[in-house]
């Protein structure tokens, strides 16, 4: 593809064009990025008057801390529990949804809703839901003899937060995989029908394959979510807890350096998620715009 | 191999669209029937309708003994060439043609030796291993047909299956599936709205117009003898011309003859025209335009007194010039009566 350079009429000017961008990029993003790698060599002494430069001992005692490795074990755990919920609701959802002609678009509309409601409002609406004493669910959990209690069972409680991340990424997931259904092509469906597959083999071998790079996408986009973006919801259920059972790294990063006034300690981990998101955005970058293909 | 039969065929879609009024036809096993038609007309939707991927409003269609309506289309036993040919993108082209076999359980070998078979016959034998992306326009309406013969089905459809080559390749391809269609005696069902691809292909041509069939028969015999008058104007290039009974008496003065009553719309074929004199209908006029097309020249005559120029074709090349006078002849034989009202052929 050939694409059209546009000639400036002075060297100045395309700099100066970019310039805002660039500028809020640095002052927002770049120096508070490099503010954390630098406090993540240091010791604060608590008063703040003194620090000193200690090198690596902060990635040194991460990795030697079991509150860390199991925070880690529960980040995956949440993250590939989000990700394949998700994903896989949304997937079955798109495909319902591709099959309407006329509804579509109402069904699509309301599906979007959950997208728009800010993550802390979603962890609070399902904290309520999930409240063991005025909630509506361990009510009728009750009945099926389960004792529901998230604010004292750790389990229950990620899986309150897996819910709830779950279902605000849903709408996302399903737009994409709806739009990426809508481009294959409807003929492909039909040979498959005249050639003797049934539906469901003809998804399975002919639909999801052509998804596979709208599937790819969406994968590393909700483990970037869960890493990231799920802080607002853990914050208004859960807060990390009962004993640290949802205090994942982002939420540690916080809990660390807010409440425990650990900041080079919390500088360190922010550097580690850092890293997490520069390979994630590699492997996006690399291998959703060349290798998943056909 | 098989027989097809349809019997007051309708299709009406959801808001009382109705795409198929009734339509009756029987294509013998073998057989290549094209159906033709300007779009909207309803070839495609009834091309659908056999395949299984519409459903049948009223009416049978069986394909062999059997009726098939409501059967899915892979329990037909049909193979269908697309338009886009719609090729598994994900698979190779031997993946491609392997996938109908394996879903109905074909032993290894067999589908290893019909691949082979269809491969050396279509010539596709070098790309087997390559996906549809990495092959040319020509090669992909290969695999395309490649996919529907490793099959052995009772019939073959074809939707339009060339209009996406270029001119060259269309003609070649043409010819082809004819010579293909020839030497594996399987009954076809080919839609075009390309009257030439149409005409050149069929063994019989089936012209629809509206839902309807205009007209059933050998391409020759419609060419001859027009049923009505879609059909008059819609094969042969050029077509032919159609001029009101009333105006040409009016020109044409005393040679007019005494035609059959009811005919209110004479047509003629542009070939038909003899320049000069002769026996017929005598008319003069000027030459509008000529356009030479190597072998023969199409002229357009107006003529004063009728609205449309008249279309003659002078074999080899044009002996006037534009803006000439020239006198010709519509020989009686050559002329095609029809009623304007039924839009019928008057004999």
């Not at chain 1, 800010?118 to 962890?123: K, R, T, W, Y």
């Not at chain 1, 739009?179 to 999801?208: C, H, M, Y």
């Amino acid at each position: 593809m050939d694409t059209k350079r546009t000639v400036f009429p002075s060297q100045g000017l395309p700099y100066l064009l970019v310039a805002p961008q660039l500028i809020i990029t640095l002052i927002f993003f770049i120096w508070p990025a490099g503010q954390a790698v630098k406090s993540s060599f240091e010791r604060e002494d608590p008063f703040g008057l003194s620090t000193s430069f200690v090198g690596l001992m902060h990635y040194g005692r991460l990795f030697q801390d079991p509150a860390y490795l199991a925070s880690m074990g529960r980040t995956a755990l949440f993250a590939l529990a989000v990700t394949v919920i998700s994903m896989g609701l949304a997937l079955v959802l798109a495909t319902a949804v591709n099959r309407l002609i006329r509804s579509g678009t109402a069904y699509s509309t309301l599906l979007l809703w959950p997208y728009a409601v800010s993550p802390v409002v979603a962890g609070i609406l399902w904290w309520f839901i999930f409240n063991s004493t005025t909630g509506i669910l361990p009510y009728v959990l009750e009945f099926f003899g389960v004792d529901w209690n998230h604010q004292l069972n750790g389990g229950q409680a990620m899986i309150l937060i897996i819910i709830a991340a779950s279902w605000k990424q849903i709408s996302y997931n399903f737009l994409f995989f709806l739009a990426g259904l809508q481009s294959v092509p409807q003929s492909l469906n039909e040979a498959a029908a005249i050639d003797g597959a049934g539906p469901f083999k003809r998804f399975w071998t002919i639909v999801f394959p052509l998804l596979s790079p709208t599937t790819f996408f969406l994968m590393i986009v909700n483990l970037n979510y869960t890493m990231f973006d799920t802080f607002g919801v853990i914050d208004a259920t859960t807060a990390g807890g009962p004993n640290q059972a949802t205090n994942t790294l982002v939420y540690k990063v916080y809990s660390d350096g807010y409440i425990g006034l650990n900041l080079g300690s919390s500088s360190a981990q922010s550097v580690i998620l850092m890293l997490f998101v520069i390979v994630l955005t590699v492997i996006q970058f690399r291998y959703v715009e060349r290798r998943v293909q056909y | 191999m098989a027989s097809i039969d349809l019997k007051g065929v309708r299709k009406v879609y959801p808001g009382n669209v109705t795409a198929i009024h009734s339509v009756d036809l029987s294509i013998e096993d073998g057989e290549l029937v094209v159906l033709v038609g300007p779009s909207g007309c309803g070839k495609s939707t009834l091309l659908r309708m056999i395949a299984g991927l519409e459903t049948i409003t009223d009416g049978t269609i069986s394909i062999g003994a059997d009726v098939v309506n409501n059967k899915e289309p892979a329990e037909r036993d049909i193979a269908m060439v697309f338009q886009n040919y719609a090729l598994y993108p994900h698979m190779s082209v031997r993946q491609n043609l392997e996938y109908g076999l394996k879903n109905r359980g074909t032993p290894r070998e067999e589908i290893d030796r019909r691949v082979a078979e269809a491969a050396r016959v279509l010539e596709i034998a070098p790309f087997l291993d390559r996906k549809p992306r990495q092959l040319s326009g020509g090669q992909r309406q290969r695999v395309a047909m490649g996919r529907a013969i490793v099959r052995q089905p009772k019939a073959f459809l074809f939707d339009e299956p060339l209009s996406n080559l270029d001119a060259k390749l269309r003609g070649q391809m043409r010819i082809e599936i004819r010579r293909l269609q020839r030497s594996l005696k399987t009954t076809s069902v080919y839609v075009t709205h390309d009257q030439l691809e149409a005409m050149t292909l069929a063994d019989r041509l089936v012209v629809m117009n509206g839902g309807r069939i205009e007209q059933v028969g050998k391409p020759i015999e419609l060419y001859d003898r027009p049923a009505s008058l879609f059909v008059a104007g819609f094969i042969g290039s050029p077509p032919m011309n159609l001029l009101p009974v009333e105006t040409l008496a009016a020109v044409a003065g005393a040679t007019m003859p005494t035609l059959t009553p009811g005919a209110d719309i004479v047509g003629i074929r542009p070939d038909q025209v003899v320049l000069g004199g002769g026996d017929g209908i005598a008319l003069s006029g000027t030459v509008e335009l000529i356009e030479p097309v190597g072998g023969e020249s199409h002229l357009y005559v107006r003529v004063e007194g009728i609205e449309q120029a008249l279309i003659l074709v002078q074999q080899g090349r044009a002996n006037v010039g534009e803006a000439e006078r020239i006198d010709f002849v519509l020989p009686i034989q050559a002329l095609h009566g029809f009623n304007r009202e039924s839009g019928r052929r008057v004999e």
